[in-house]
């Protein structure tokens, strides 16, 4: 972590946030949670080092968003999410994961993971992160992004959610491209439509899915099973 990280990281504005760290290495909580202490943004009021410890201090505490690792012993973190949805506990889960994690990622997701982050990211990325699921808002990270969905499309597409709205076939196109990258004029190229067309396409589906960016949109595909 920079210097520079860490200022741009503490000049961030608005109210303290409250998170719950689960993480099995004490070091790596140790580590986070100096570091997101010294920003004045965001307080660390709980840490787990298993998933029980976690729902139990989720629980008790209700913090604004919890910082979740995925490979814990005993309980780990895909058994936290389910738990927590199973309980009725709404929070944001912000997964902190590493390269090789992508089927768990996916499972993370399809839990009800609002957001998924590398371990190197940034601490500004990181506060970023904490900030825009407490406003109720999802994070995708681009890195990991194409991962997940070739791990998608190697395995059995999940049915899509029930009650979720249906989509045309092209917007299903648009939404596959959305989620490789592509922007408006490259997804236009490659399916040979009018760049204007792609844009009604993306303002459909952001509709349709009810979000507010492209990020979000690729998000909530994956939590639903919309790119089978």
């Not at 993480?23 to 920003?39: E, M, N, Y």
């Not at 089927?103 to 993971?113: F, I, M, N, P």
């Not at 990181?126 to 406003?135: C, Y």
Request: glycine letters at 10%.
């Amino acid at each position: 972590m920079t210097a520079a990280d860490r200022g741009a990281a503490a000049d961030v504005p608005g109210d303290v946030l409250r998170v719950c760290l689960v993480d099995d290495q004490t070091l790596v909580r140790q580590g986070i949670s100096g570091l997101l202490g010294v920003t004045g943004a965001v307080e660390v009021i709980a840490e787990a080092a298993d998933g029980a410890a976690a729902v139990a201090a989720i629980e008790a505490d209700r913090p604004d968003v919890v910082l979740l690792d995925l490979r814990m012993p005993g309980r780990d973190g895909i058994w936290v999410l389910r738990t927590l949805r199973e309980r009725g506990i709404e929070v944001p889960v912000l997964v902190l994961t590493t390269f090789d994690d992508d089927e768990l990622v996916l499972q993370a997701v399809r839990a009800g993971a609002a957001g998924y982050l590398l371990k190197d990211v940034t601490l500004d990325q990181l506060v970023g992160a904490v900030r825009t699921l407490a406003a109720g808002g999802t994070l995708v990270q681009p890195a990991i992004t194409e991962r997940l969905l070739r791990a998608v499309r190697a395995g059995a597409p999940p049915e899509p959610a029930p009650g979720m709205p249906e989509l045309t076939d092209r917007e299903r196109d648009v939404l596959r491209l959305l989620a490789g990258g592509y922007a408006n004029r490259e997804i236009a190229a490659a399916l040979f439509l009018a760049e204007g067309t792609v844009k009604n396409h993306v303002s459909s589906v952001l509709c349709k899915l009810g979000v507010r960016d492209r990020t979000s949109a690729v998000l909530r595909a994956l939590q639903h099973g919309l790119l089978g």
